[in-house]
């Protein structure tokens, strides 16, 4: 099973709750802003604890309420790709590529810089890059911390057209080659229905 989740959250007079049982390579959950989305993203990455519930990836527990298991966010091995890329400023390319760079990644870091076509960018500061650029980077910083599975929070939303659509390819490639389970959030429905093995409406 790739996604086993079921949450029960409560932030101030909001309730948010997922079932999820899947074993879709990319599973999308699907809602306008502000319902919470990532929210869950948090939780499945540790950083917010939620009241109870159950959080499996790939068939291990992340979190069970019941059981008293909660790990650690850099013991779940989550490669968490946020909607504005979030590179570190006073680093160039090459340095916000091996933040974080341990265990064993799903491909070796110049199989990354191909695979994204950033080879070039490595001596760039990020202020210099295009949105479509930074994001590639941003995905690459997260392939390169030897992630389990993959989060996106809205990876899309602050691209124009022409970025959207070379990060839309890019995620297609991953979904293909790289079988690793992908937890992915977004309020545009075209963009679920193109990505998503499996899209859930929140």
Known sequence: MSFDIDLDHRIGDRRIMLQCRSDAGLVALYAPSGAGKTSILNMVAGIITPDQGRIAVAGETLFDSEAGIDLPPERRRAGYIFQDGRLFP??????NLLYGHHGEPPMPFESVLGFLGIGHLLDRWPATLSGGEAQRVAIGRALLSGPNFLLMDEPL??????RREDILSVIERMKH???MPILYVSHDRAEVERLADR???L
């Open 199 to 201: 899209i859930i409406p």
């Open 157 to 162: 939303s602050s691209l124009d057209p022409s």
């Open 177 to 179: 080659d790289l079988a």
């Open 90 to 95: 006073h680093m160039r390319v090459r340095a």
